[in-house]
C-alpha cells in the first residue's frame, strides 16, 4: 500500500513539473519574439522566478538579461532582483564569489521592501558559505529596520527572521534559534502568509530535533506539512526531508524511507544538488541505523560521486566521513583508513573539515590504529579526539582512554624486554669474539696497513660529520634561544603589559592603555615567530604544501617540483627549519614586492648535495640593493648556518631567481 501510495505522489510530481516546464518554454520563446524593453522586463519578471525550480543551463542568461534592460531604462527595482536571481544562482551552485558579488550589489536603498530583500538575499550567500557572524550582522540590520503595515515588506521580514533563526541553529544558539522562528512565524500568521507559515513551523521542528525533543518536532513538521499542501511543491518535499531525518533518528524506518525517497526524486528532478546530496547522506545514516549495511555503503558511495562532481571540497569530506562511519561498523578497516589518510590532511582548515568532523575522523583514526594494534597513534587520536569534544568527559570515554593506555603501556613493556633480550645476546656474542680474537691473533699483522689506511678514511669522514654536526648543533641552540626568548615574551612580558594595561584603564589612561595593548599584541606576533617549527605532527613536505597554498590566490600560482622526490624523513631537523624559513622569506617577498604571477620551487638531490631554485616573472630589482635588504640578508645567514652557499640574479621587469646549494651528512 505504502509502495503504490509513493507512486502515485511521484506521478502527481510529474505531472505538476512537466505543466511547470510547458509554461517556461512558452515564455522563453515570446521573451525571443519581443521587441519592446517594457514587454520584456515584465516577462522577465514573472520568468525569472520560475526557473528555480527547472534544471534549466543557461538560467543566467535571463537573470543578467534582466539586469541589463532594467538598467538601460532605469528600473531599479527589477535591476535589484536580477541581482537577487544571479546571487541565488551561483549559491546554488557553490560558487562563492559570485554568490557575494551579486549579493552585495542587491543591497539597493530604493525602498524599504526592495532593501529588505537585499539584506535577506546577501545573509542567505554569508550563511551558506559559514560566515556566520556576517550573516548575524547583516540581519540584524533588516531587523531594526522599522516598518508600517505593509504586508509584502512584513512578509520579508518575515523570512529576515526566519533566516537569522537558521544562523543562530548553526552556532548552537538554540535560544535565540527558536525565538527568532517565533516571531517570524508571528510575521506569517499577522498577514496570512502560508510560505513564511509553513517555512516557520519546518524551522522549529528543526530546532526541537536538535534539542531531541522529537514529539514536539513531529507536531511543528506536520503542521508544515499541512500549510506546504497549499504552496509551492518545493516546501512539500523540503518538509518530507525534515520528516524523513526525524524518523530515522527515532526509528521509525519505513516512514523515514518513504520521507527521504520521495523527497530525493523531487530534488533530483529540479536540479537542486545540495539537498540531493543531504538526502542521499541521510538515507545511508537511515540504512546503516537499519542494519542494511549494503545499502548503507551504496548509498556512501552515491553522496561521494555527487559530491566529487559538484567540486565542493567541504562535501566531498563530509560523503567520506559518511562512508567511513559505514565502514567502520562493517569493521572494514582497510577502506576506512585510506579514506581518512586522504581527509587528515584537511582537519587543519576549518573552512573544509568543522570541529564535529574533526572530533569523529579522530575517533575514528583512533578505533583504526586500535585495531591494528597500533597503541601510541591509537591513544595520540583518541586524546585529540577527547580534547575536541567538551562533551564527552563521561565515564565511557575516560575508561576507553584507560583501556588504550593500557594496551600502549603493556606494548611498550613488551618492547623494553625484547631489547632486553637483545642486548644479553649482544653481551654473549662480545665475550665469544673476545675468546675467538685469542686465535686470530697472528692475521692481525696482514690487515694492519689495510687497518690503517681505513681508519684514515674514517678519521677523515668522522672530521666532516663532526663540522657538520657542529653546525647542527649551533642551529639547534639558536633554535633553543629563541624558543625561550619567545616562550618568556609570551608568558612573561605579554602578562605584564596587559596587567599594565588593565591598571591604566581603571585610572582612566585609556589611550596609554591603548599604547600598552599594542606593543603587547606585537610582542605576541614576534613570540610566535620565534617559536620552534615542528615537524612531527606535520611533514616538511606538508608543511610546504600548506605554505604556497596560503599565499597562492586568483593572481599568483606557485608550482612546486621535486618535493615528492626527496625522503625528507632522512634530513635532519635543523636542516629542514632552515630551508623552511628561507623558502618562506623568498615566496613573501615575491608575493609583497614583486607583482608575479608565477612562482617557481624547484628542490632536487643528488647523493649528499641538494640544490633548492626559487625563480619569480615579477618587476625584479637592482642587486647593488641585495646587501640592504633584511629579508635577503636573513637568507643568507641561514644559508651559511647550514654550510649552503646562496646565489640572488635579479634584473628590472625579468623577475628574480634565489639559488641555494648545501652540502648534506
Given at each position: 500500500m505504502k509502495s503504490l501510495l509513493s507512486k502515485l505522489i511521484l506521478v502527481s510530481v510529474s505531472i505538476m513539473s512537466y505543466g511547470q516546464n510547458r509554461k517556461i518554454d512558452s515564455l522563453i520563446n515570446k521573451f525571443e519574439s519581443l521587441n519592446s524593453d517594457t514587454k520584456k522586463l515584465n516577462l522577465l519578471e514573472e520568468l525569472n522566478p520560475m526557473i528555480f525550480d527547472t534544471t534549466l543551463s543557461n538560467s543566467t542568461y535571463y537573470f543578467k538579461e534582466m539586469v541589463k534592460i532594467a538598467k538601460k531604462n532605469q528600473n531599479i527595482e527589477l535591476e535589484a532582483m536580477g541581482y537577487r536571481c544571479l546571487s541565488e544562482h551561483y549559491l546554488r551552485e557553490g560558487d562563492s564569489l559570485n554568490?557575494?558579488?551579486?549579493?552585495?550589489?542587491?543591497?539597493?536603498?530604493?525602498?524599504?521592501?526592495?532593501?529588505?530583500?537585499?539584506?535577506?538575499?546577501?545573509?542567505?550567500?554569508?550563511?551558506?558559505?559559514?560566515?556566520?557572524?556576517?550573516?548575524?550582522?547583516?540581519?540584524?540590520?533588516?531587523?531594526?529596520?522599522?516598518?508600517?503595515?505593509?504586508?509584502?515588506t512584513i512578509k520579508v521580514k518575515?523570512?529576515?527572521?526566519?533566516?537569522?533563526?537558521?544562523?543562530?541553529?548553526?552556532?548552537?544558539?538554540?535560544?535565540?534559534?527558536?525565538?527568532?522562528?517565533?516571531?517570524?512565524?508571528?510575521?506569517?500568521?499577522?498577514i496570512n502568509d502560508l510560505n513564511g507559515l509553513s517555512t516557520a513551523n519546518r524551522a522549529l521542528g528543526w530546532s526541537y530535533m536538535d534539542l531531541t525533543q522529537y514529539d514536539t518536532?513531529?507536531?511543528?513538521?506536520?503542521?508544515?506539512?499541512?500549510?506546504?499542501?497549499?504552496?509551492?511543491?518545493?516546501?512539500?518535499y523540503e518538509t518530507s526531508h525534515a520528516l524523513g531525518v526525524l524518523y530515522s533518528r527515532v526509528g521509525k524506518f519505513e516512514k523515514s524511507?518513504?520521507?527521504?525517497?520521495?523527497?530525493?526524486?523531487?530534488?533530483?528532478?529540479?536540479?537542486?544538488?545540495?539537498?540531493?546530496?543531504?538526502?542521499?547522506?541521510?538515507?545511508?545514516?537511515?540504512?546503516?541505523?537499519?542494519?542494511?549495511?549494503?545499502?548503507?555503503?551504496?548509498?556512501?558511495?552515491?553522496?561521494?560521486?555527487?559530491?566529487?562532481?559538484?567540486?565542493h571540497k567541504f562535501l566531498e569530506n563530509i560523503a567520506k566521513e559518511t562512508l567511513i562511519h559505514?565502514?567502520?561498523?562493517?569493521?572494514?578497516?582497510?577502506?576506512?583508513?585510506?579514506?581518512?589518510?586522504e581527509i587528515a590532511p584537511d582537519t587543519i582548515n576549518n573552512a573544509l573539515v568543522n570541529l564535529n568532523s574533526k572530533t569523529n575522523i579522530n575517533e575514528y583514526l583512533s578505533i583504526v590504529y586500535e585495531k591494528e594494534n597500533d597503541y601510541s597513534k591509537s591513544l595520540r587520536y583518541?586524546?585529540?579526539?577527547?580534547?575536541?569534544?567538551?562533551?564527552?568527559?563521561?565515564?565511557?570515554?575516560?575508561?576507553?582512554?584507560?583501556?588504550?593506555?593500557?594496551?600502549?603501556?603493556?606494548?611498550?613493556?613488551?618492547?623494553?624486554?625484547?631489547?632486553?633480550?637483545?642486548?644479553?645476546?649482544?653481551?654473549?656474542?662480545?665475550?665469544q669474539k673476545a675468546n675467538t680474537q685469542k686465535w686470530v691473533f697472528f692475521l692481525f699483522s696482514i690487515i694492519s696497513i689495510l687497518s690503517l689506511i681505513l681508519y684514515i678514511k674514517y678519521m677523515q669522514s668522522k672530521k666532516k660529520q663532526l663540522l657538520y654536526n657542529s653546525r647542527l648543533n649551533v642551529i639547534k641552540a639558536k633554535q633553543n634561544e629563541q624558543e625561550e626568548i619567545g616562550i618568556e615574551l609570551h608568558d612573561n612580558v605579554a602578562k605584564k603589559l596587559e596587567s599594565i594595561s588593565i591598571a591604566l584603564n581603571k585610572d582612566g589612561k585609556t589611550e596609554l592603555a591603548n599604547q600598552t595593548i599594542t606593543i603587547k599584541n606585537k610582542i605576541r606576533k614576534l613570540s610566535k615567530e620565534l617559536s620552534t617549527i615542528?615537524?612531527?605532527?606535520?611533514?616538511?613536505?606538508?608543511?610546504?604544501?600548506?605554505?604556497?597554498?596560503?599565499?597562492?590566490?586568483?593572481?599568483?600560482?606557485?608550482?612546486?617540483?621535486?618535493?615528492?622526490?626527496?625522503?625528507?624523513?632522512?634530513?635532519d631537523s635543523p636542516i629542514k627549519y632552515n630551508l623552511f624559513l628561507i623558502i618562506r622569506e623568498a615566496i613573501s617577498n615575491s608575493y609583497n614586492h614583486s607583482d608575479a604571477?608565477?612562482?617557481?620551487?624547484?628542490?632536487?638531490?643528488?647523493?649528499?648535495?641538494?640544490?633548492?631554485?626559487?625563480?619569480?616573472?615579477?618587476?625584479?630589482?637592482?642587486?647593488?640593493?641585495?646587501?640592504?635588504?633584511?629579508?635577503?640578508?636573513?637568507?643568507?645567514?641561514?644559508?651559511n648556518d647550514i654550510n649552503g652557499i646562496i646565489k640572488i640574479k635579479s634584473q628590472i621587469n625579468k623577475g628574480t631567481q634565489i639559488f641555494i646549494q648545501l652540502a648534506l651528512a
Amino acid at each position: 500500500m505504502k509502495s503504490l501510495l509513493s507512486k502515485l505522489i511521484l506521478v502527481s510530481v510529474s505531472i505538476m513539473s512537466y505543466g511547470q516546464n510547458r509554461k517556461i518554454d512558452s515564455l522563453i520563446n515570446k521573451f525571443e519574439s519581443l521587441n519592446s524593453d517594457t514587454k520584456k522586463l515584465n516577462l522577465l519578471e514573472e520568468l525569472n522566478p520560475m526557473i528555480f525550480d527547472t534544471t534549466l543551463s543557461n538560467s543566467t542568461y535571463y537573470f543578467k538579461e534582466m539586469v541589463k534592460i532594467a538598467k538601460k531604462n532605469q528600473n531599479i527595482e527589477l535591476e535589484a532582483m536580477g541581482y537577487r536571481c544571479l546571487s541565488e544562482h551561483y549559491l546554488r551552485e557553490g560558487d562563492s564569489l559570485n554568490a557575494k558579488k551579486y549579493g552585495l550589489k542587491t543591497i539597493i536603498d530604493l525602498d524599504k521592501r526592495t532593501y529588505l530583500l537585499g539584506i535577506n538575499q546577501l545573509g542567505r550567500v554569508y550563511d551558506h558559505f559559514r560566515e556566520y557572524d556576517k550573516a548575524i550582522e547583516i540581519y540584524k540590520k533588516g531587523i531594526d529596520l522599522e516598518l508600517k503595515e505593509e504586508e509584502d515588506t512584513i512578509k520579508v521580514k518575515g523570512n529576515i527572521y526566519s533566516n537569522l533563526g537558521i544562523v543562530y541553529g548553526s552556532v548552537k544558539d538554540f535560544s535565540n534559534q527558536i525565538k527568532m522562528y517565533l516571531y517570524a512565524k508571528d510575521f506569517a500568521i499577522k498577514i496570512n502568509d502560508l510560505n513564511g507559515l509553513s517555512t516557520a513551523n519546518r524551522a522549529l521542528g528543526w530546532s526541537y530535533m536538535d534539542l531531541t525533543q522529537y514529539d514536539t518536532a513531529e507536531k511543528f513538521f506536520i503542521k508544515s506539512l499541512k500549510d506546504s499542501s497549499k504552496i509551492k511543491q518545493r516546501y512539500i518535499y523540503e518538509t518530507s526531508h525534515a520528516l524523513g531525518v526525524l524518523y530515522s533518528r527515532v526509528g521509525k524506518f519505513e516512514k523515514s524511507i518513504y520521507h527521504n525517497k520521495r523527497a530525493l526524486y523531487y530534488f533530483k528532478k529540479v536540479g537542486n544538488k545540495f539537498y540531493e546530496l543531504d538526502v542521499l547522506i541521510n538515507l545511508s545514516i537511515l540504512y546503516q541505523r537499519s542494519g542494511n549495511n549494503s545499502l548503507a555503503i551504496d548509498y556512501a558511495k552515491k553522496t561521494l560521486k555527487l559530491a566529487e562532481s559538484l567540486d565542493h571540497k567541504f562535501l566531498e569530506n563530509i560523503a567520506k566521513e559518511t562512508l567511513i562511519h559505514n565502514y567502520i561498523k562493517q569493521e572494514n578497516f582497510f577502506e576506512a583508513k585510506k579514506l581518512l589518510l586522504e581527509i587528515a590532511p584537511d582537519t587543519i582548515n576549518n573552512a573544509l573539515v568543522n570541529l564535529n568532523s574533526k572530533t569523529n575522523i579522530n575517533e575514528y583514526l583512533s578505533i583504526v590504529y586500535e585495531k591494528e594494534n597500533d597503541y601510541s597513534k591509537s591513544l595520540r587520536y583518541f586524546k585529540k579526539f577527547k580534547n575536541n569534544n567538551d562533551s564527552l568527559q563521561s565515564e565511557k570515554i575516560n575508561s576507553k582512554l584507560e583501556d588504550i593506555e593500557t594496551k600502549y603501556q603493556s606494548e611498550k613493556k613488551e618492547k623494553e624486554n625484547l631489547q632486553l633480550i637483545a642486548d644479553n645476546v649482544e653481551q654473549e656474542l662480545l665475550t665469544q669474539k673476545a675468546n675467538t680474537q685469542k686465535w686470530v691473533f697472528f692475521l692481525f699483522s696482514i690487515i694492519s696497513i689495510l687497518s690503517l689506511i681505513l681508519y684514515i678514511k674514517y678519521m677523515q669522514s668522522k672530521k666532516k660529520q663532526l663540522l657538520y654536526n657542529s653546525r647542527l648543533n649551533v642551529i639547534k641552540a639558536k633554535q633553543n634561544e629563541q624558543e625561550e626568548i619567545g616562550i618568556e615574551l609570551h608568558d612573561n612580558v605579554a602578562k605584564k603589559l596587559e596587567s599594565i594595561s588593565i591598571a591604566l584603564n581603571k585610572d582612566g589612561k585609556t589611550e596609554l592603555a591603548n599604547q600598552t595593548i599594542t606593543i603587547k599584541n606585537k610582542i605576541r606576533k614576534l613570540s610566535k615567530e620565534l617559536s620552534t617549527i615542528s615537524f612531527e605532527e606535520s611533514s616538511f613536505k606538508d608543511q610546504i604544501i600548506t605554505l604556497s597554498s596560503g599565499y597562492q590566490n586568483e593572481s599568483l600560482k606557485i608550482h612546486i617540483k621535486g618535493l615528492d622526490a626527496i625522503l625528507w624523513s632522512t634530513i635532519d631537523s635543523p636542516i629542514k627549519y632552515n630551508l623552511f624559513l628561507i623558502i618562506r622569506e623568498a615566496i613573501s617577498n615575491s608575493y609583497n614586492h614583486s607583482d608575479a604571477t608565477s612562482i617557481l620551487l624547484k628542490i632536487k638531490q643528488e647523493k649528499k648535495n641538494m640544490s633548492i631554485s626559487i625563480q619569480d616573472n615579477g618587476k625584479g630589482f637592482d642587486e647593488n640593493m641585495v646587501t640592504y635588504n633584511r629579508g635577503f640578508r636573513n637568507m643568507k645567514i641561514r644559508v651559511n648556518d647550514i654550510n649552503g652557499i646562496i646565489k640572488i640574479k635579479s634584473q628590472i621587469n625579468k623577475g628574480t631567481q634565489i639559488f641555494i646549494q648545501l652540502a648534506l651528512a
